[in-house]
């Protein structure tokens, strides 16, 4: 699956605008860590690794 940038716009957008998020550092820190784990999480990584569980090298992120 694709990285869906607009999907973590909105999903920033949310965030930053509830109430609870605005006077809260702690709370909003938390839910932007979220926000961008679940973003990175939602890419496909593809590459060629060696035999025998070597690194993963000509590899991507989509």
Partial sequence: MPLNKP????RLK?????????GNVD????????????FVRSGTVTGVCSGAGGPLTQGKVT
Avoid: G
């Fill in 7 to 10: 999907q973590l716009i909105n």
């Fill in 14 to 22: 949310a965030i930053l605008s509830k109430p609870k998020t605005t």
């Fill in 27 to 38: 709370t909003a820190a938390q839910e932007l860590a979220d926000a961008f784990e679940e």
